[in-house]
């Protein structure tokens, strides 16, 4: 069986089993910003530390403009948060400085090459955080690949088990058709959490 008929066959299996995945559309800079919490950590801690922030930082501008030690210390329960603050302060002065403002609606306009290539050149933002932001906010085509997805994939064979997580992204989007990204992607960490799980 080719890779996108075994694909599409777990998908159908997956969706039959949990369900249409549910999301909120967040705004593009929220989800950059909670995703670069995400990394190396759990849902619970990152959701932690983004509440945290947004309660002592009510704005973006706050947050950029905010001791270091400070933001360090309010996002300590996501990990590494040594790197992780002085990375989102980073990543807001960029914006701020080449649009005028905290928003990154101007990459709504984008083609979705010229939107990943940005966002990749934001240092902290690797490929899945580029592809969550585009597939969740922005509606554009990108596979994210976590490491539930690419531990799942590999396992019910749906990529060669020898690729790099890099190269994952692009093999899974074979997979799928652009509709289905977001779902699959979510469907695939399902099946990592609750079925799947890791030895």
Wanted: proline share 4%; charged share 30%.
């Amino acid at each position: 069986m080719e890779k996108f008929e075994r694909a599409q066959a777990v998908h159908q299996r997956l969706l039959g089993h949990f369900g249409k995945p549910q999301w909120d559309k967040r705004d593009a800079l929220d989800e950059l910003i909670l995703t670069v919490l995400s990394q190396n950590t759990n849902d619970r801690n990152r959701d932690l530390a983004y509440e945290a922030m947004r309660k002592r930082y009510p704005s973006w501008d706050d947050v950029m403009v905010a001791d270091e030690a400070e933001l360090i210390d309010t996002v300590r329960v996501a990990g590494l948060a040594n790197q992780k603050a002085p990375r989102i302060q980073e990543i807001l002065r960029i914006i701020d400085k080449q649009e005028g403002s905290l928003t990154l609606s101007f990459l709504e306009m984008m083609p979705a090459k010229d939107v990943q290539d940005w966002l990749l050149s934001l240092k902290g933002v690797g490929l899945k955080t580029a592809s969550i932001v585009m597939v969740f906010s922005l509606g554009m085509p990108a596979f994210p690949v976590d490491t539930h997805v690419y531990r799942v994939s590999g396992r019910v064979g749906l990529r060669d088990k020898e690729i790099s997580v890099e190269k994952a992204h692009s093999a899974l989007q074979d997979c799928y058709t652009p509709e289905q990204y977001g779902d699959a992607h979510l469907l695939l960490i399902y099946l990592g959490r609750e079925i799947c799980a890791a030895r």
